[in-house]
Antibody, heavy 120, light 113 residues
Framework: QEQVVESGGGVVQPGGSLRLSCGASGFTFSSYGMHWVRQRPGRGLEWVAM????????NYADSVKGRFTISRDNSKNALFLQMHSLRSEDTAVYYCAKSVATFGFHMDVWGKGTRVTVSS | DIVMTQSPDSLAVSLGERATINCKSSQSVLSSSNNKNYLVWYQQKAGQPPSLLISWASTRESGVPDRFSGSGSGTDFTLTINNVQAEDVAVYYCQQCHSSPLTFGGGTKVEIK
């Protein structure tokens, strides 16, 4: 069955960096765009970034633009989110999600999330 | 950016009754090229990731009970849960996928009265 599993979360100091990973299985990873979505503690969902199936196009939320980079390795069925200059407001559960298309559109497969805590 | 506004923030319904959740977008999410509304609904139960319920405003995903239905077009949308069951307790989110940045509504918490 289609599945994505996030990893790489943890506690990091303000200004620090962290790299999240997402492993995919059960579908042809290279055929689908991918998203990162986050959820701050007790809050709603916030879309973070998306990447075309071939890695050729991407979009970011203004709140992370210039600090986060989304990338993928189709040979390893893996999605990444490199996060720099982390702030307390980046504290959240980060979800990896599969798009229903090659780029954009909505998400039909979600992981369980990985928690990122930015704190000194 | 397209702002998605959901109402109410929360509602309590009796078992077997109907729940109605509204979602309004600040701009139309109807595509003129294919006449599809780029509006989806997700359900998020406590401690779980979101789950896709309805896409294209009114297309129920496989496995979703038919008591869930979506309607609306352009800027105004509704998620209706008929015959609410205990397992429907969750937060429901609408999301527009018409243009980037993709944006979610603030969520509506459904509880049992």
């Amino acid at each position: 069955q289609e599945q994505v599993v996030e990893s790489g979360g943890g506690v990091v100091q303000p200004g620090g960096s962290l790299r999240l990973s997402c492993g995919a299985s059960g579908f042809t990873f290279s055929s689908y765009g991918m998203h990162w979505v986050r959820q701050r503690p007790g809050r709603g969902l916030e879309w973070v970034a998306m990447l075309r199936n071939d890695g050729g196009d991407h979009n970011y939320a203004d709140s992370v633009k210039g600090r986060f980079t989304i990338s993928r390795d189709n040979s390893k069925n893996a999605l990444f989110l490199q996060m720099h200059s982390l702030r307390s407001e980046d504290t959240a559960v980060y979800y990896c999600a599969k798009s229903v298309a090659t780029f954009g559109f909505h998400m039909d497969v979600w992981g369980k999330g990985t928690r990122v805590t930015v704190s000194s | 950016d397209i702002v998605m506004t959901q109402s109410p923030d929360s509602l309590a319904v009796s078992l077997g009754e109907r729940a109605t959740i509204n979602c309004k977008s600040s701009q139309s999410v109807l595509s003129s090229s294919n006449n599809k509304n780029y509006l989806v609904w997700y359900q998020q139960k406590a401690g779980q990731p979101p789950s896709l319920l309805i896409s294209w405003a009114s297309t129920r995903e496989s496995g979703v009970p038919d008591r869930f239905s979506g309607s609306g077009s352009g800027t105004d949308f509704t998620l209706t849960i008929n015959n609410v069951q205990a397992e429907d307790v969750a937060v429901y989110y609408c999301q527009q996928c018409h243009s980037s940045p993709l944006t979610f509504g603030g969520g509506t918490k459904v509880e049992i009265k």
